[in-house]
């Protein structure tokens, strides 16, 4: 079976403060991160025994995850692994780089998010500059709000141009047609984030082929349907995997609506869905 998961652990400690995000300003205690590194451990080698699946796993922490060592060192392994066609994390990139000496190149892929105002710019650059030097598959993207327009800009001109620089809508934000000009001159792809997605009824992805794990193996069809579908490691999931409409009447963030069999974007991002790397190479306006 291939089977994409995308994983989401206690993990919700940050080590920026951004204030668009509800998230960043927490923080772990050591006891919690233990534990967070007792589930990621378990995860790992649950997907190492299970030859008999072909998979993919996009990692989705609450906080950072590669400033903890376990994964970074949980990524690598996973890499290295034949029947992974794919594992990625979201990450802001304030980690360092030299672990990726120990990760299979054709397997791992990082989704990068820069954040004015919580790193210099030089220095965030200079970590995709290293990842492309490792020929390491990633993409790099900005959240859209207008103080953010001008790093957005420099970014393009300034990261090779092979990567895909993407634009995510600003919750709450509403973008006139003007505004929403200037940041699908940078990501042709920004009106797929303009808008919600209505999703109600509508064919999905989520529940056949892809699931949302959680730290204690509790699977759901996504992370934005509360509903269960069984545990990952006693298995009881597998019956549960089947074909199935949107139960929610929108979905506004894109490792939902991705899977959205109404929208082209398995076309569009095919052999980079989880890294949110368009096929084909950079997109023109």
């Not at 808008?195 to 794990?213: D, E, K, Q």
Request: proline content about 8%; some cysteine; hydrophobic content about 35%.
């Amino acid at each position: 079976m291939e089977l994409t998961l995308l994983y989401r652990g206690p993990l919700a400690s940050c080590d920026y403060d951004c204030p668009y995000c509800p998230f960043a300003k927490r923080r772990d205690a050591p006891a919690q991160l233990r534990h967070d590194r007792a589930c990621l451990e378990r995860f790992a080698d649950w997907a190492e025994a299970a030859t008999g699946d072909e998979l993919s796993l996009l990692f989705t922490p609450w906080g950072e995850g590669l400033v903890r060592s376990w994964y970074r060192t949980t990524l690598a392994r996973l890499s290295r692994l034949p029947h992974l066609r794919r594992v990625a994390i979201q990450t802001n990139l304030s980690c360092r780089t030299d672990w990726l000496a120990d990760a299979d190149p054709d397997t791992l892929a990082l989704w990068c998010t820069f954040h004015p105002g919580q790193t210099p710019y030089d220095r965030f650059l200079g970590k995709c500059r290293e990842l492309a030097e490792a020929g390491v598959r990633f993409s790099v993207g900005v959240v859209g709000l207008p103080e953010h327009l001008a790093a957005a800009r420099r970014l393009r001109t300034e990261l090779p141009e092979h990567v895909y620089l993407w634009i995510n809508a600003a919750e709450g934000h509403t973008y006139t047609d003007e505004e929403a000009a200037r940041w699908t001159a940078l990501d042709p792809l920004f009106p797929y984030s303009r808008h919600p997605h209505r999703s109600a009824g509508l064919p999905c992805r989520t529940g056949a082929s892809v699931v949302s794990v959680d730290g204690e193996g509790t699977v759901r069809r996504c992370h934005f349907v509360p509903g269960t579908l069984g545990n990952l490691y006693d298995g009881s999931y597998r019956t549960a995997l089947r074909p199935r409409p949107c139960p929610l009447a929108v979905c506004d963030c894109h490792i939902g609506y991705v899977h959205l069999e109404s929208l082209p974007l398995y076309d569009v991002f095919a052999g980079g869905v989880l890294e949110r790397i368009p096929a084909g190479g950079p997109l023109s306006p």
